[in-house]
Every structure is written in C-alpha cells, then in structure tokens.
C-alpha cells in the first residue's frame, strides 16, 4: 500500500532536481517521517490512557507509577508528557525528570499546556490519517506516480498534469524517484512542470498489486480494479490502462471505461463496434493511491530542515 512517505519522496524528487540540489534518500524520508509531529490524535489518545489509570486507582493521580503510564509514541508527546510530571512532581516535592535530548531529524517542539487546554501544540495541516502505512514492509512494486493540479478556489478540483508508471517491479527506492521526474517532466501530454508550479501541486501514488487475467472485458469491480487492455484493429496492436479510480472519478459504468481505454490507445473506431476488435485482452490489478499537497510536503521539509540547522 502506498504511503504518505511515498508521497513527500517523490516531492523530494522533484523539488531538489528543479532546485539543482541533492535530495533525501527514500530511508531518511521514512525515518524523518516516523518522528515528525503529526498533531493531537496521539496527545489525545495518551490523555484517554493517563485518565483510565488514574480513574481504577486509589491513589492520587500523581503517585501513580510511572511504569503504568503508557509510553508516549512520539518526541513531541514525550516532551508534553515529562513536563506535566515535572509540575506535579515540584509540587509534591519529588525531583525533576531528566531532560530528553534532541532528535537530530527535527527540532525540538517542546510545548506547554494552558490550563484547561486539551491542546500540547499545534498540529499540523496533515490529517490523521496519514501515519506510517509500513506494517507490511513494501520495498519493491509496480508502480504509477500522477500529478495534479489544485484549484486556487476549491481542493476538490483537480486537473492532470502529468501520470506515468510501469507494471514493472522496481525497487521503491528508485522507481518513486525515476518516476516521479518521468511523469512530472516527459508526460508528452503536458508541458514539464516548472518550478513556480510546485505550491499548486498534490501527488499521488498507487502500488499495483494482484493481477489477474480477466475472463472477458466485463470481468472486473468498478471502485475495486484497474484495468489494462490490449487489442488488435488494422493490423495493428493497441494498448492503455486505467489506474483503480479513474473510472468511478468519471462516473463511467464498465463498457464506457472500456471504450475510453480504447479511445486512450488509439483506437478509431465506431462506439458499439468495441467488443468487434481482434483479440482483446484485458488484465485486472488493484492499488490503492495515497496522496499529499505541496503544504504538506512544506510542513515536513521545513521541520526536517530547522532539525538540521539546530533552528527552533
């Protein structure tokens, strides 16, 4: 399944190679990605556990030990976390904690809480969702990287501006970055994309996965599969592909899609002539895009690059 870190990759890809500069590699994208503050969902989620361990015990809230406490899953939370016991420890007379130290792939984001606040710090603009989506390791896939313009007006709107992939099992590592430039600078569809484009910009990307030969050109779940087909008509061999959600994205039911693809390979021919073509085949695979905005990119980047400055 693609990822959020997928996304800000190929960001990277581009940004670095329109600014002349070396980029992060697909490792540090993920390990930077696996610190950075995503927002309150976990604060919240700590809060709820701190709440029920206080609420089942006898004992004051902050003679509790501090083994029970749930372990804060991000240095932002941490940073949160040992503060509050700091003040109720100076209360009670106990020591301070000990300080944390910096992680050298971000600032340090340590935050105080106004009474009766329920927020730690800010969150970003990245919905919470969007956390590591690595549970299953995918180093290597088939792959599809497609750039779209957004709206000034209205993020729902969206217009192509470049989509290249290849059904070939690249390693991610390289085949997000390769792809990343092909579709955003060689799609013969648009012009390359400039610079001054980036803040209009979202990715999406979508790992290919479960191929499977169809039965016939009906044989396929609209919302479910993406399709590819080829096809023989004067002598010569077509073929075009659909990515899972473009179909239902147009509102087509399974013969327009079908007539579309055709259309996209090159074909002529009269609308309810399709199913007269030689040899058509047509293969099925699933893949789930994940995408991000410029902003989003920007939040992360900027974060990474103030940990690397030693800026707050």
């Given amino acids: 399944m693609a990822s959020i870190e997928h996304c800000l ?8 190679n329109l600014e002349k500069r070396n980029a992060m590699s697909l490792d540090q994208v993920q390990t930077s990605w696996d610190a950075f503050p995503r927002g309150l969902l976990e604060d919240e989620e700590e809060e709820n556990e701190i709440a029920s361990i206080s609420s089942s015990s006898s004992l004051d809230p902050t003679s509790i030990d501090p083994s029970a406490r749930p372990t804060p899953r991000h240095p932002s939370v941490q940073r949160v976390s040992e503060s509050r016991n700091s003040s109720s420890s100076s209360a009670s007379g106990s020591s301070t904690p000990a300080s944390i130290s910096s992680n050298n792939l971000g600032p340090e984001s340590a935050a105080t809480t106004p009474a009766g606040s329920t927020a730690s710090f800010v969150p970003v603009r990245l919905h919470p969702r969007r956390t590591s ?9 088939p792959l599809f990287v ?13 217009s192509l501006r470049g989509c290249i992939g290849t059904f070939e099992t690249l390693p991610l590592s390289s085949g997000l970055s390769s792809y990343a430039l092909t579709s955003a600078l060689q799609d013969h569809r648009f012009p ?10 979202e990715v999406s990307v979508t790992l290919l996965t479960d191929f499977e030969n169809c039965k016939d050109a009906m044989d396929w779940e609209l919302g479910i599969h ?8 004067k002598n010569k061999r077509f073929g075009a592909c659909y990515l899972p959600d473009v179909a239902v994205e147009q509102g087509w039911d399974k013969e327009e899609t079908i007539v579309s693809l055709m259309r996209k390979a ?4 009269r609308r309810e002539k399709w199913d007269e ?4 085949k047509c293969v099925r695979f699933q893949g789930k895009a994940e995408s991000a905005g410029w ?18």
Wanted: proline share 3%; net charge negative; glycine share 10%.
């Fill in 146 to 158: 497609t750039w779209n313009t957004l709206s000034s007006t209205s993020s729902h709107t969206r």
């Fill in 133 to 141: 989506q690595r549970g299953a390791e995918v180093t290597e896939s």
């Fill in 295 to 312: 902003e989003d990119y920007k939040e992360w980047k900027d974060w990474v690059d103030r940990g690397k400055t030693g800026k707050k």
């Fill in 226 to 233: 993406g399709l590819r087909i080829s096809f023989y008509a």
């Fill in 9 to 16: 990759y190929c960001f990277e890809a581009l940004t670095t």
């Fill in 277 to 280: 073509v030689g040899d058509l």
């Fill in 266 to 269: 090159g074909w002529g021919g």
């Fill in 192 to 201: 390359p994309i400039a610079l001054h484009e980036l803040p209009t910009l």
